[in-house]
């Protein structure tokens, strides 16, 4: 592959893939004699397409020996929450669903990802987080809307 049609899959990759979040913390919700303690962290991410919108989840993040090791399988337990925090800007052209974030919460097959939809009859961004794991037939997830209205209020 020539180096430059190389250079451009990678910007198209990157201008396509969902967001890494950003830890804001992280608090121990259980104690652990041997390995990491149990805890829940919180993670923020900007919506990669529309400017002015940012979202934080809130995780379980499995301790002891084999979460410091990366063996563990965390819960599918999480909160979402996204809000404007700056002017939105629609694009022109905005897919009725697009996937916005993504981690990984085991070794296989299981992860957490974010997905915007967008509710045109109520001019709102809405954001579904979902587990690929399945529990007792359903996957978890939590909802949040961003309503698109002036910034100001006015």
Sequence with gaps: M???SLLIAMLITCATTPVAAETVGCVTTAWK??????????E?????????VTCHVSQAKTGGVYGSLGLAQDPSQFSLACRQTGPITLPAKLPEEEEVFSEDTSIL??????????????????YLAISRRLIEGAPANSISTVPVMPWGGR
Excluded: M, Q, S, Y
Aim: charged content about 25%; glycine content about 4%; some cysteine.
């Design 109 to 126: 097959f299981k992860e957490t990802r974010v997905i915007r939809l967008w509710d045109a009859a109520n001019r709102t961004l809405v």
């Design 44 to 52: 923020a991410f900007a919506d990669p397409r529309i400017a002015g």
């Design 2 to 4: 020539h180096p430059r």
């Design 33 to 42: 004699l041997i390995g990491a303690n149990h805890k829940v962290c919180v």
